[in-house]
């Protein structure tokens, strides 16, 4: 069955340092990818998607590019926040099929 | 716009009693609707989704049960509550299928049974 795999936390960075969450995938056909974000104590916000290959979705600095070949959707950020402080996860959903499909996240410690 | 609420934001609930947990949405018309569970320290898992009043679907088999007994409105329920019934719940809701669409969560329901 269709499947997220990510990196395991908690990643702990300095502010301004570079951000690399890596998210593979498996999937029986071409899903739609999303990155989620969950602030402490909050529900989950979108943070950005993409829905075919080589899409790239980008939001508040963050990056990811679907990428086929190598099944991954890894997220980026040049420059991280203390603000950004928070878990990640990422998703996948097969079209036609009504239900996401959610790595276990990851967790994200940006300090001073 | 729309917004989805969830209440309680907390709960505790001691083992074996009975569980109702509601969610609405606003701005929005025959919105899907689900409700997950997060368990602590890990990731989401899909309990139910429905496409219309009435109507639900069940991803795990487990001791709740879920229904919509109006268009904007999805109810997560228990009679006895266990506990590995503890967990973070939230609703989200979408327009269509989430093979595309983006799912928009409420803030969750904290849950912890004793």
């Known amino acids: 069955g269709d499947s997220v795999t990510q990196m395991e936390g908690p990643v702990t960075l300095s502010e301004e340092a570079f951000l690399t969450i890596n998210c593979t995938y498996t999937?029986?056909?071409?899903?739609?990818l999303f990155w989620y974000v969950q602030y402490p104590g909050e529900g989950l916000q979108l943070l950005l998607k993409?829905?075919?290959?080589?899409d790239k979705g980008s939001n508040k600095g963050f990056e990811a590019t679907y990428r086929k070949e190598t099944t991954s959707f890894h997220l980026e950020k040049g420059s991280v926040q203390v603000s950004d402080s928070a878990v990640y996860f990422c998703?996948?959903?097969?079209?036609?099929?009504?239900?996401?499909?959610f790595g276990a996240g990851t967790r994200l410690a940006v300090h001073p | 716009s729309q917004t989805i609420h969830q209440w309680p934001a907390t709960l505790v609930q001691p083992v074996g009693s009975p569980l109702s947990l509601e969610c609405t949405v606003e701005?929005?018309?025959?919105?899907?609707l689900y409700w997950y569970r997060q368990a602590a320290g890990r990731g989401l898992q899909l309990l139910f989704y429905?496409?219309?009043?009435?109507?639900i679907s069940s991803e795990v088999p487990q001791n709740l049960s879920a229904s919509r007994p109006q268009d904007r409105q999805f109810i997560l329920s228990s009679k006895k509550l266990l506990l590995s019934d503890s967990g973070f719940y939230l609703c989200?809701?979408?327009?269509?299928?989430?093979?595309?669409?983006?799912?928009?969560f409420g803030p969750g329901t904290r849950l912890l049974v004793l």
């Open positions: 701005g929005t018309s025959n919105p899907n």
């Open positions: 998703a996948l959903s097969e079209p036609g099929y009504n239900k996401l499909i």
């Open positions: 989200a809701w979408s327009e269509g299928l989430a093979g595309k669409e983006t799912q928009y």
């Open positions: 429905s496409v219309g009043i009435g109507q």
């Open positions: 993409a829905t075919k290959a080589d």
């Open positions: 999937a029986t056909g071409y899903p739609s």
